[in-house]
């Protein structure tokens, strides 16, 4: 069974950073891309960034970037987003989900639970 | 950058068709994907490329697509169905990824 679990939320001042953490197990995590997706409370799916099978390539939505950084460990099956000079506005759920990607379609086929992150003084 | 634009909510009663279409210039290009959200819980694809229903998913959705634009469609309600419904595609690259902003499906 393929299992996502967040960890690393919590409340963080604005400026302050946070690295968050994803363990996936039930599957082979280096055959696969994977992504974070993050939601603001009462607000749509945003995604963030997702990062090749291999962590060579990396892509970032535009409002995080040069502050949040993708990563992951294949050997311990584990995803990381470090989030630097966080806003208010990055206040949200944050997903790690699975993703699939080729020409002409990209999608997330399981998703994590998530794991709240809250920026305010 | 690129937007998929949704309608805010759909109202329906309970054996109605409810129709929520998504828009985006790239979508004759890259495949669309249909995520039902409920409160508290992470999202379910409930229509891959397009048109493709996954397994599990009951055969009252459906998804379609014409031109800039891709529909899903759920025929005979059910009170079930209430959720946030999200669009997902790609850019005309196939670099980033893009949500519509979400409809809000009330069961009336």
């Known amino acids: 069974e393929v299992q996502l679990v967040e960890s690393g939320g919590g409340l963080v001042q604005p400026g302050g950073s946070l690295r968050l953490s994803c363990t996936a197990s039930?599957?082979?995590?280096?055959?696969?891309?994977m992504s974070w997706v993050r939601q603001a409370p009462g607000k749509g799916l945003e995604w963030v960034a997702d990062i090749k099978q291999d962590g060579s390539v990396k892509y970032y939505v535009d409002s995080v970037k040069g502050r949040f950084t993708i990563s992951r460990d294949n050997a311990k099956t584990l995803l990381y987003l470090q989030m630097n000079s966080l806003r208010a506005e990055d206040t949200a759920v944050f997903y790690c989900?699975?993703?699939?990607?080729?020409?002409?379609?990209?999608?997330?086929?399981?998703w994590g639970q998530g794991t709240l992150v809250t920026v305010s003084s | 950058s690129y937007e998929l634009t949704q309608p805010p909510s759909v109202s329906v009663s309970p054996g109605q068709t409810a129709r929520i279409t998504c828009s985006g210039d790239?979508?004759?290009?890259?495949?669309a994907y249909w995520y039902q959200q409920k409160p508290g819980q992470a999202p379910v694809v409930v229509i891959s490329k397009d048109s493709e229903r996954p397994s599990g998913i009951p055969e009252r959705f459906s998804g379609s697509s014409s031109g800039t634009t891709v529909t899903l469609t759920i025929s005979g309600v059910q009170a079930e169905d209430e959720a946030d419904y999200y669009c997902q595609s790609a850019d005309r690259s196939g670099t980033y990824v893009v949500f519509g902003g979400g409809s809000k499906l009330t069961v009336l």
């Open positions: 039930g599957f082979t995590f280096n055959n696969y891309w």
């Open positions: 989900a699975r993703s699939r990607r080729s020409s002409g379609w990209y999608y997330f086929d399981f």
């Open positions: 790239a979508l004759p290009k890259q495949h």
